[in-house]
């Protein structure tokens, strides 16, 4: 909402204009009596230096509200973003992603895009767990999130979900455009063995992709994924 005689002029410099105006040295020009009974709207024989005083004193306290309230937004953009973390990885964790993805979906539909969801779950992740530790198992996790998060635009979501599955949201991408994709990203991720001390491995991912059709909900989408990814495994493991 506009204010009537608002004005886009920076604080310091109103302060700066007020404290000259109530008697403060500018420059070493003090502010002419006639100065400051005009700012104050009083006659000037009652601008006494209490109430100088009492404006400086007000102008300041202002100026540092105005800084804690600045404090207090960054802060709390900070812990907002937080929030949206994964604990382990540097992805978006799960609520974060359905809330982005159903901005995607929001998107596609209001527009005509095409928008997809690829869902990954990595291959063995309870045998690493169980053999060399959670130690491990964490490692695994964090290269899985790193690699996926450096292999897509920085217009597409990467998430996870929990656990050992990631998902993927890949803009202006049909389902054929996102299987090729999942299918890159897939053997990309194989192709760099693992490093957890002396033990090596690859990392295998199975996959799933569900393109988000109109009125298909981020859940549902997530869902179509989920499910395309395990039937995809079972015809592979037979």
Same mark, same amino acid.
Do not use: C
């Given at each position: 909402?506009?204010?009537?005689?608002?004005?886009?002029?920076?604080?310091? *410099?109103?302060?700066?204009?007020?404290?000259?105006?109530? #008697?403060?040295?500018?420059?070493?020009?003090?502010? %002419?009596?006639?100065?400051?009974?005009?700012?104050?709207?009083?006659?000037?024989?009652?601008? %006494?230096?209490?109430?100088? %005083?009492?404006?400086?004193?007000?102008?300041?306290?202002?100026?540092?509200?105005? #800084?804690?309230?600045?404090?207090?937004?960054?802060?709390?953009?900070? /812990?907002?973003?937080? /929030?949206?973390?994964?604990?382990?990885?540097?992805?978006?964790?799960?609520?974060?992603?359905?809330?982005?993805?159903?901005?995607?979906?929001?998107?596609?539909?209001?527009?005509?895009?095409?928008?997809?969801?690829? +869902?990954?779950?990595?291959?063995?992740?309870?045998?690493?767990?169980?053999?060399?530790?959670? /130690?491990?198992?964490?490692?695994?996790?964090?290269?899985?999130?790193?690699?996926?998060?450096?292999?897509?635009?920085?217009?597409?979501?990467?998430?996870?979900? #929990?656990?050992?599955?990631?998902?993927?949201?890949?803009?202006?991408?049909?389902?054929?455009?996102?299987?090729?994709?999942?299918?890159?990203?897939?053997?990309?991720?194989?192709?760099?063995?693992?490093?957890?001390?002396?033990?090596?491995?690859?990392?295998?991912?199975?996959?799933?992709?569900?393109?988000?059709?109109?009125?298909?909900?981020?859940?549902?989408?997530?869902?179509?994924?989920? *499910?395309?990814? +395990?039937?995809?495994?079972?015809?592979?493991?037979?």
């Amino acid at each position: 909402m506009k204010v009537a005689g608002a004005t886009t002029e920076p604080f310091s *410099a109103i302060r700066r204009r007020a404290l000259a105006q109530a #008697g403060a040295a500018v420059s070493g020009q003090p502010a %002419t009596r006639a100065d400051q009974a005009a700012f104050l709207g009083v006659p000037e024989p009652e601008m %006494t230096p209490a109430v100088k %005083t009492a404006l400086v004193t007000l102008l300041t306290e202002i100026d540092d509200l105005r #800084g804690e309230v600045g404090r207090l937004k960054a802060r709390l953009a900070e /812990a907002e973003n937080l /929030a949206d973390r994964d604990a382990l990885t540097p992805l978006l964790n799960r609520r974060a992603f359905l809330r982005e993805l159903a901005r995607v979906a929001a998107f596609a539909e209001r527009y005509g895009s095409s928008a997809s969801v690829v +869902y990954f779950d990595l291959d063995g992740f309870k045998g690493v767990n169980d053999r060399y530790g959670h /130690a491990a198992g964490d490692a695994a996790l964090i290269a899985v999130a790193d690699r996926l998060a450096g292999l897509v635009r920085e217009s597409d979501l990467v998430g996870r979900m #929990g656990g050992d599955e990631f998902a993927v949201a890949l803009v202006q991408a049909d389902a054929t455009t996102a299987g090729a994709k999942a299918e890159t990203l897939a053997t990309a991720i194989a192709r760099e063995p693992l490093q957890f001390g002396e033990w090596s491995a690859p990392v295998r991912l199975s996959w799933g992709v569900a393109e988000i059709a109109p009125g298909m909900t981020a859940q549902d989408a997530v869902a179509a994924a989920d *499910a395309a990814m +395990y039937a995809r495994k079972r015809v592979r493991t037979g």
